[in-house]
Structure formats: structure tokens, C-alpha cells
């Protein structure tokens, strides 16, 4: 996923010695062989960034039919590839000598650079569960930092796609700007390789449970590794694997789209997987997970908090004095429960109690007061748990007490 790179003079005089060469070969075959590759990686990555996009669109429909929004906000898969389609677009208008056509799009590469790097973490944060709104901002600084950057070179001349060979030896900034180039694959790198440890880390912690996704998923970094590193190797040292690199990189794509539309499977366990590997790092490292669930019950059973309805896991969390994340991996790995489920069992023993003991009660009056706040709702889970609805359990109770009686 990575782009062109240069990083010092000789790179430069390399790169200018090539695209001459292949100015002077602007019409054979093999050159618009060549020059197809980034193009078909950038429809590729167009592709790809709209299904992603449509994807979103779709997903929030069903939740609230509300699309307006989602249709302007784009998913972190689809900046990804409109990035990625950004990049291929920039890297074709370079080598086939097309950039003099559109000036003002020379330079876009930098920022694009920088944006996709925590893209793409963010990107995988949001597969393996996480929210990946909890990304920090200065993951963004660089991206942010490159705009201003550039709108200042270009005012001032210093980045002109025209000059760019030309004047290398004269105007240090390029050299500076080639510098940018470098560090932002850089970045790239490292955040491939972040990815690519904790993946390892969810495998050796997991024992299996992120078998079937491993190697698939390791492949795919792995090959983006590589990729990178071929791209280096054109600009710093042989610049005969420019090409290679491009044709990898549209080959990466090509995996991803296959992936995509015929790898339902994969993509569905490697969320499954890699949530539940993720779920399982210990965040209650340091806890007295027993203490934690006495005072618990003991908040339940005792100060009756359950019968609040607008009670949530987050101001339980604070009167235990634990995250609500950490609560939420207690109960699920110690009582094999969500928070909503554990209340509810409260919530339920005290309508059944009440059904009994306030025969007098309205239905509606007993729902409120044990702490639910859905009618709905209530008389579902009181079907599911006493197998009758709270009409029939309190009259086949008062049946039995009579017939006893």
C-alpha cells in the first residue's frame, strides 16, 4: 500500500535518468503495460473504497433508517482505499510523464502518506472490536501537520512537478520534501508492524483461538511488508523494481477485492476471532476480581440498585471503582453474563415477587417498579424465563394457593 519514495540526490538523479528514459519510450507496448498497473490499482481501490462506503450506508439503514449522515461519513476502510486510489492515481501521472496536465495534484501524495498509516490501525481496531474513535488525535498531527506544509511549498514555487529534476541540486526543500516522503512510509511501516505484533500476541496468548484467521491475515501483512520494502529498493538502490513494486501492490489489491467477494467466511471468522482475542487481554490486572464481585452482588442484592431504570454499566463501574470495561470482563468471564442479563435477573425476582405478594398491583405498575423500563421487553424475557406470561403465572399461583386452601 505504499507509494513512491524518495529520499536523497542520487535517488532523485535515478528517478530523473529514469523517467526520461521512459519519456523517450513514451509509446511502446510495454510502457502502457506499464503504465496500466497503477491505474488498475487505482480502480481497484476505488472499488473497494465504495463498497465499503455502500456497506456503511447499508448497516446504518437497518439500525435507525437514518442515511444522510452515514452517506457523508466515510468508514475507515473506505478513506483507506480512497487513499490507496489517491496514491496509485499519483504514482501512474508520475511515470507516465501525465503530472504537467494537472500540477496542482503534484505533492497530494505527502499528506496521503501520513493519513494512511493510522488509517489503516483504525481500520483494524474496528474489525477486532474495538471503537476506533478512541484513536488519539496526534495519530493525526503528521497527516494535519503535511497540509499547511505543502499549501507553503507550492505558493512559494518550490514544488512544481515541471522543475522537480531540474533544480534538486539548487533548492534544498526538495530534499527536505523527499525526507517527508520517506518518513511518512515509514510511519506506514510501523504501523504495519504494531498490527502485525499484537496479531501475534492475541495468537501466542489465544492457544488456537485465532487459528483459522492467522495465516491468512499474517500473510496479508506480511505481503504489505514486502511490498514496502520493494518500493524502497527502487528509490535508494534499483530502480528496476519500480515497476515490481507497482505490479505488487496492484496485486495486493486484487487479493483484497477476492478476499472481499469471495471470502465471506474468512472476514466473518477473523472478526469473530480477533474480537474474542481482544476481549481475553486481561484488563483486570491488579483487581481483587472476588472482592470486586461481592460488593457487587452486594449492590444489587442490598442497595437494590437494579430497581433503578436508568441504571448503566458505566455508573456501576464508578461506584466499584473499575472501568466499565473491566466490570464488563468480569461478568462475562466470571459469571458468563452481560450486564444487561445480570440485572435483569434482579429486575425479574422482584416482578415475580410482587406478582405474588401485590396481587392488588396492575402488571404495568410491577413493571415499572422492578426497575424496567420497556413493557415489551418485560413480558419477553418473563415469557423466556417462566416459560408463561405474568397474567397466567400470578393466576395459576393463586389457583394453586386456593386449591390448597
Known amino acids: 500500500m505504499l507509494p513512491v519514495v524518495r529520499l536523497d540526490t542520487e535517488g532523485i538523479k535515478k528517478t530523473s535518468f529514469y523517467l526520461k528514459k521512459m519519456d523517450n519510450q513514451s509509446f511502446t507496448p510495454s510502457h502502457w503495460r506499464m503504465n496500466l498497473i497503477p491505474i488498475m490499482g487505482a480502480v481497484i481501490s476505488f472499488i473497494l473504497a465504495i463498497s465499503y462506503w455502500i456497506e456503511r450506508i447499508l448497516t446504518q439503514s437497518k439500525k435507525d433508517q437514518k442515511i444522510t449522515q452515514s452517506a457523508i461519513k466515510l468508514s475507515p476502510p473506505s478513506v483507506l482505499f480512497l487513499c490507496l486510489t489517491l496514491l496509485q492515481f499519483h504514482i501512474y501521472l508520475e511515470i507516465s510523464n501525465e503530472m504537467n496536465a494537472v500540477p496542482s495534484f503534484y505533492g497530494t501524495h505527502i499528506p496521503i502518506l501520513y493519513l494512511i498509516g493510522p488509517i489503516s490501525y483504525r481500520f483494524f481496531e474496528e ?22 506544509f505543502l499549501y507553503f511549498l507550492k505558493s512559494n514555487g518550490l514544488l512544481d512537478p515541471k522543475e522537480m529534476f531540474m533544480k534538486h541540486d539548487e533548492v534544498s526543500s526538495y530534499d527536505f520534501t523527499f525526507l517527508l516522503l520517506g518518513m511518512g512510509v515509514l510511519s506506514i511501516f510501523f504501523y504495519t508492524l504494531s498490527i502485525f505484533f499484537r496479531v501475534l500476541r492475541w495468537k501466542l496468548q489465544g492457544k488456537g483461538s485465532v487459528e483459522s484467521s492467522f495465516r ?13 520494502v520493494l518500493f524502497v529498493l527502487a528509490q535508494w538502490a534499483y530502480m528496476e523494481l519500480f515497476f515490481p513494486a507497482c505490479f505488487a501492490l496492484t496485486s495486493l489489491l486484487f487479493a483484497i477485492i477476492i478476499l472481499k467477494l469471495n471470502g465471506n467466511g474468512f472476514l466473518s471468522n477473523f472478526k469473530t476471532e480477533f474480537r474474542e482475542a481482544r476481549y481475553k487481554e486481561s484488563r ?18 442490598v442497595d437494590r ?29 466470571k459469571l458468563g453474563t452481560s450486564f444487561r442479563n445480570y440485572t435483569n435477573q434482579f429486575r425479574l425476582l422482584e416482578a415475580k415477587k410482587l406478582l405474588l405478594e401485590r396481587p392488588d398491583m396492575a402488571i404495568i405498575a410491577i413493571i415499572y417498579a422492578s426497575g424496567f423500563n420497556s413493557k415489551s421487553s418485560f413480558h419477553k424475557l418473563f415469557q423466556t424465563h417462566f416459560g408463561t406470561s405474568p397474567q397466567n403465572y400470578r393466576l395459576k399461583r393463586k389457583e394453586n394457593m386456593e386449591s390448597k386452601s
Open 216 to 228: 491468512p491475515f499474517v500473510f496479508l501483512i506480511l505481503y504489505s511488508l514486502f511490498v514496502l
Open 305 to 333: 440498585m437494579y430497581l433503578d431504570d436508568r441504571l448503566t454499566l458505566v455508573s456501576v463501574a464508578k461506584r466499584l471503582d473499575i472501568t466499565s470495561h473491566q466490570l464488563s470482563e468480569i461478568l462475562n468471564t
Open 284 to 301: 483486570v490486572k491488579g483487581i481483587d476480581v472476588p472482592s470486586v464481585l461481592e460488593r457487587l452482588h452486594g449492590l444489587m442484592q
Open 127 to 148: 474489525l477486532s472490536g474495538k471503537n476506533f474513535n478512541q484513536l488519539r488525535a496526534f495519530h493525526y498531527l503528521p497527516f494535519a501537520s503535511s497540509i499547511p
